[in-house]
């Protein structure tokens, strides 16, 4: 009972040539692909049950519609999906607009459209891939450590937390693995999971001075794994708690200008920089993930699968009337020069005075947990501080437990631990309230795991 077949496969999601340019952010636009992105399946079957973990090197995941149109044409549960993305900074976007662009799904451009059926295509690829690879196959999991991230709020000497490289900050180094073989010990897929995000080219320029698409430092890492084992296996990259963690020396709050005045803005480095550094990262994070992957000897064939699920409610905020929000950005970040240099004219400083936000209701965080065999996947729709998650992983029953976040189209934005919500960054101007969530979200996963282990 509980034996293991598992299949894997992937499809590039490169967007069409003919899509070019895609805004990006603010007044930047991706010109064209430097590296393929890709769609990954992993399907598991224990004669019982089937389940599918489902990745995508972009920054959005699917919608509530376009999983249940997976579970429909496969026959998945609702509950037996794992499916996120890897919080690409350098994918365009596709089907689901962020909030912070003010733009309406229903105002999506012609060009994310024709995007979104690319995408969709290459999950459907990936999925029939990997059912139709499926064989016996043992699993395993472990831990390592990656030394590439670092806290991102750091606190500045006029008093203000900016976007930064705060490398006292809390930060989790942890490389989870779990990986699957077939009975000649071949490798079928790996599944990687790290705090981090992927900004290392965001907006940034190429040597022939073009923002271009690439799966980041994530999907080079999978690149490189892959390449080591053959080219066969599939290698999915997923972040953890990483709301307040950065790649070192990423495109944003790096390098920076220290002005006396506080007004301490990120400066571009060289084109090309940025996207060495992520090869670079990518590369390093790879040879990490190797080392974990040949570490994990004592493999498994039964896997029992559970799954449950929950709403936890968090305090919600909105801004107060009349509040330049837009405004706020510049002052948050420190982009205010850049923009407004007629503030800066003859020795003139702005006053720093940031919005203070009000409560506004609750927000809903869609939480989903998925025990594969003796390894708990906790899934969390929004990007959570890394306190946050570390605090799950040391609340949950098993001792295998990974935090996976963006991983459902209803999300509920940043969460800051209430160890940092005096922290003034732009994270603190979302839709959560700072404060008061870290034991909500404990509480919420621990229903989880009452729910599912007393089914």
Known sequence: MYELKAGACEA????????????????????????ELKAKAIVLDNGETRFLILGMDV???????????????????YEHILTFNTHNHSAPFWGHVPAFRGVKPEDQSEREIAYEKTVMAGIHKAIKGAIASLRPARYGFGTGMSYINTNRDQLFEDGYWMQGQNYSGFSDKTLA??????????????????????????????????????????????NYVQERYGGDPVIIWSSGAAGDQNPLFPSEGFPRKYEKDGYSESVDTPDGTQYMIQKHWGYQHGIDAIHVIESIQNLKERMKITTASTIVEL??????????????????????????????????????????MIPDGTVDLYMQLAILGDTAFVGEAAEPYCRIGAKCKEASPLKNTVIVTHTDGRKAGYILDDA????????????????????????????????????
């Not at 920054?59 to 549960?77: H, P, S, V, W």
């Not at 071949?186 to 965001?202: D, E, P, R, S, V």
């Not at 107060?320 to 240099?341: H, S």
Request: hydrophobic residues 30%.
């Open 59 to 77: 920054g959005e995941t699917l919608n509530g519609e376009q999983k249940a149109e997976i579970t429909k044409q496969y026959g998945f549960d």
């Open 12 to 35: 590039g999601i490169n967007p069409p040539e003919e899509l070019f340019p895609f805004r990006k952010y603010e007044n930047s636009f991706l010109e064209g692909c430097l590296d």
């Open 315 to 356: 305090e919600g905020q909105k801004a107060p009337e009349g509040a330049d929000m837009q405004y706020n950005r510049l002052l948050v970040d420190n982009f205010l020069r850049g923009y407004r240099p007629d503030l800066f004219e003859n020795g003139k400083r702005p006053e720093k005075k940031l919005v203070e």
């Open 177 to 222: 693995v779990m990986k699957w073989e077939d009975y000649d010990g071949k490798l079928i897929a790996a599944f990687l999971n790290y705090c981090c995000h992927g900004t290392c080219a965001f907006t940034r320029r190429d040597t022939d001075g073009k923002i271009k698409t690439s799966p980041e430092f994530m999907g080079y890492a999978c």
């Open 420 to 455: 940092s919500a005096d922290h003034k960054v732009f994270q603190s101007y979302g839709k959560v309230r700072p404060g008061n969530n870290d034991e909500k979200i404990v509480k919420g996963m621990l229903k989880m795991f009452d729910d599912a282990l007393n089914q």
